[in-house]
């Protein structure tokens, strides 16, 4: 069996600072990471699929080096809109993979328990929008070639498209070249995504593609066409990837917050459960 632990838009701010004036990123990731370390079984690993800060400033990139120096797991990183590629390169050059070069992205594989976990860089400069470029494409294409066990794929922005306008218009540009090399690979059993602060599920080149709520706060499910960017606070999650032979991936989603629970079914007495003899 293994357990992955799939966080995504921390958007850490520098101590003391609140994102967007509104939203205690630090708090949410704070009560996140705790929400992890209380889990059974514990996950083999953490993948957090980017904007682990809201504006790549080092400060922030402090922050979630402290935040993550807590886990006894090994943390798999790969930056989103909001961070920098070469920010978090510099920031986290120790963690695994980070310090692997392709057209200046980050990108790598490794191997978690029965699975492979292939992390893509889509950060653009100076734009909210993702690529992957040719080059980190090609690299893909020989690893999936090279590598046949099962693979999870993470990439910050995801490649299908959801109905929500604008987030829809901030995505991946260049998500059909990713389809062409992904939909003949029958190992690839799921793409991993974030970017939409929301938990959503479709299919692309023939994947299942699961991307997760953020730990903090939430775009509005807005399905009008060209609605308005707003954000509220839906309950925080994230997501565990559960992984046996027997299963395939299978997705859970796990809660920042706490809530009342849990109980035992109960049957009043003279009530009999369905199936039960009389
Ligand atoms: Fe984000």
């Not at 100076?126 to 040719?134: A, C, D, I, V």
């Amino acid at each position: 069996m293994t357990l992955i632990a799939h966080m995504t838009d921390l958007h850490l701010r520098p101590r003391g600072l609140a994102c967007y004036r509104v939203s205690d990123t630090n708090m949410f990731a704070e009560r996140a990471i705790r929400s992890l370390l209380s889990l059974t079984p514990k996950p083999d690993a953490l993948v957090i699929t980017g904007d682990l800060t809201d504006g790549s400033d080092p400060r922030e990139y402090a922050v979630g080096r402290e935040l993550l120096s807590r886990l006894d797991m090994p943390v798999y990183l790969i930056p989103g809109n909001h961070d920098s590629t070469d920010g978090m390169r510099e920031a986290f050059a120790d963690f695994p993979g980070i310090s692997e070069t392709r057209e200046g992205k980050i990108s790598y594989r490794v191997d978690i328990g029965g699975t492979q976990l292939i992390a893509l860089d889509t950060h653009m400069p100076g734009r909210p929008q993702g690529e992957l470029g040719t080059e980190q494409l090609a690299w893909l294409d020989s690893t999936l070639r090279s590598a046949t066990k099962p693979a999870l794929i993470a990439l910050h922005h995801p490649p299908a498209l959801s109905g929500i306008t604008h987030m829809d218009n901030i995505g991946l540009v260049d998500a059909a070249a990713l389809a062409e090399v992904i939909a003949p690979q029958a190992h690839v059993e799921r793409l991993i995504c974030g970017h939409l602060h929301r938990p959503i599920i479709a299919s692309f080149a023939g994947k299942v593609m699961t991307l997760a709520p953020s730990t903090a706060h939430q775009v509005v499910l807005d399905l009008t066409e060209n609605g308005p960017a707003l954000f509220n606070f839906e309950p925080a999650a994230y997501f565990l990837h559960y992984h046996s032979s027997t299963t395939g991936v299978v997705t859970h989603m796990a809660y920042v917050e706490n809530y009342p629970g849990p109980h035992h079914f109960f049957a009043d007495e003279g009530v009999l459960w369905p199936g039960d003899e009389a």
